[in-house]
């Protein structure tokens, strides 16, 4: 099946890597953000610039197809 003719563009991507930041004291929210907006920085130039759709939040990039 070609990959245009799917829903999921990606097929070809060799790792999907999920960040996820979790933690549970709120002081630590500036924190714990930053550094996930930096990991995720710093895996941007790994990556093709896209996003699965499932795996964003509503702050996210606007990177998904």
């Known amino acids: ?3 245009e003719a ?3 563009p990606a ?3 060799e790792w999907v890597v999920n960040l ?4 549970e004291d709120p002081s630590q929210d500036e924190e ?3 550094w996930t ?8 130039g790994y990556g093709d610039g ?6 964003c939040q509503d702050d996210a ?3 998904t197809q």
Do not use: D, E, F, L
């Open 1 to 3: 099946v070609p990959t």
């Open 6 to 8: 799917t829903a999921y």
């Open 11 to 13: 097929r070809k991507a």
């Open 20 to 23: 996820v930041g979790r933690w």
């Open 32 to 34: 714990i953000i930053s």
């Open 37 to 44: 907006r930096q990991a995720y920085a710093g895996m941007k």
């Open 50 to 55: 896209t996003a699965y759709s499932n795996s």
């Open 61 to 63: 990039p606007s990177t």
